[in-house]
Nanobody, 115 residues
Framework: QVQLVESGGGLVQAGGSLRLSCAAP????????MGWFRQAPGNQRELVAD???????NYADSVKGRFTISRDNAKNTVYLQMNSLKPDDTAVYYC?????????WGQGTQVTVSS
């Protein structure tokens, strides 16, 4: 059982910031595209951002310019810095590690943005 351990969610006012972290086993981390997805009540899970092994990021249009994904290969950890948060960003955020032969998920961390 592969464990992705997330932290950093919480309650913040609109316009505020949060930083999510996700640690993965090294054997998985170094050969995975790491990403963050989110799911709000009644909605499907959607990609927020992901980052390749080489460090190339990709963002959903809704978060471009506000969120930054990064990875620390020495710590086997991926981060999501979220700035200028909006109530629409409220969701459970899931860490994801994927490659051609696997697709692993974290347990999810709640992010709530109050107006």
């Amino acid at each position: 059982q592969v464990q992705l351990v997330e932290s950093g969610g919480g309650l913040v006012q609109a316009g505020g910031s949060l930083r999510l972290s996700c640690a993965a086993p090294r054997t998985i981390f170094v050969i995975s595209i790491m990403g963050w997805f989110r799911q709000a009540p009644g909605n499907q899970r959607e990609l927020v951002a992901d980052i390749t092994m080489a460090g190339t990021p990709n963002y959903a249009d809704s978060v471009k310019g506000r969120f930054t994904i990064s990875r620390d290969n020495a710590k086997n950890t991926v981060y999501l810095q979220m700035n200028s948060l909006k109530p629409d960003d409220t969701a459970v955020y899931y860490c994801n590690a994927r490659a051609s032969t696997w697709n692993y998920w974290g347990q999810g961390t709640q992010v709530t943005v109050s107006s």
